[in-house]
């Protein structure tokens, strides 16, 4: 994770087009400028980070299921529970099922453990739209890739 | 058993805490009701759940976006109800 440049997901580990189901991995760095400020003296995980990373991994679910053909956007979050403490050099597996595809729209379940803790859980509601530029679309798919998910080179 | 409209009314009132009294077919659910983009989002997760279908909101915005229909086709609510009829009746013919 790159938790100032918003890269919260290092490696997909697993991804089900027919269940709509994908697994990644995120490692929380050891340091980062956001722990200096959350809290002084006392690094933890902000719970809008943890959400944030199940945001990303159901971004590269829906990325598989559209095969980039669209780019999914986080427009809502319902019953988010944040159960425990995630510290500096944790490392996170984060697990999110497709609930619902609608038109335009999905939404999905996420959780994170660590171990086999479980720390947070979300249900999070994305809008499905065009790339807005061909640049965000090629970076999308860049960074996808690099984490592990099989699409094509170009959205 | 529930009439289209009794269902969507329900769904509305519970996602958008709109006292059911105030819901009914002549309703318009931006300009009478006040629901906005997102709220609708989750109405319409809600009726594609209870209803088994996949409503085609992409396809609705962009004819009314093109002016090949009014908003009122899809947001007036017994409009709405016409439109999930046939969208039932077409996933069980």
Not at chain 1, 64 to 90: A, D, E, H, M, Y
Not at chain 2, 11 to 32: C, F, G, R, Y
Not at chain 2, 71 to 83: E, I, P
Request: some cysteine.
């Amino acid at each position: 994770m790159r938790l100032e440049y918003f890269e919260m997901i290092d490696s997909v580990d697993a991804f089900d087009a027919e269940k709509g189901h994908i697994e990644a991995t995120a490692h929380v760095p050891d340091g980062s400028p956001v722990f200096e400020g959350h809290f002084p003296t006392y690094p933890i995980m902000p719970g809008v980070m943890l959400l944030e990373t199940m945001n990303h991994a159901s971004g590269y679910l829906m990325l598989g299921l559209n095969q980039c053909s669209k780019l999914p956007f986080f427009v809502g979050s319902k019953r988010v529970k944040i159960r425990r403490f995630v510290t500096p050099g944790q490392v996170m597996k984060v697990a999110v099922d497709l609930v619902h595809e609608g038109s335009g729209f999905c939404v999905t379940k996420g959780t994170i453990r660590v171990g086999k803790e479980l720390i947070a859980e979300a249900e999070m509601t994305m809008m499905l739209m065009n790339f807005p530029t061909p640049e965000l679309g090629a970076e999308v798919v860049r960074r996808a890739v690099l984490a592990g998910m099989k699409l094509p080179v170009t959205a | 058993m529930s009439s289209t409209f009794d269902v969507v009314a329900k769904v509305i009132s519970e996602t958008s805490e709109i006292p059911l009294e105030q819901i009914t077919p002549e309703s318009h659910a931006i300009d009478d009701l006040g629901i906005d983009s997102l709220d609708f989002l989750d109405i319409v997760f809600a009726l594609d759940k209870k209803f088994g279908i996949k409503i085609p909101l992409e396809r609705w915005t962009e004819e009314v976006n093109e002016g090949r229909a009014s908003v009122d086709d899809y947001f007036v609510l017994k409009n709405l109800c016409a439109r999930i009829d046939e969208l039932v009746a077409a996933k069980n013919a």
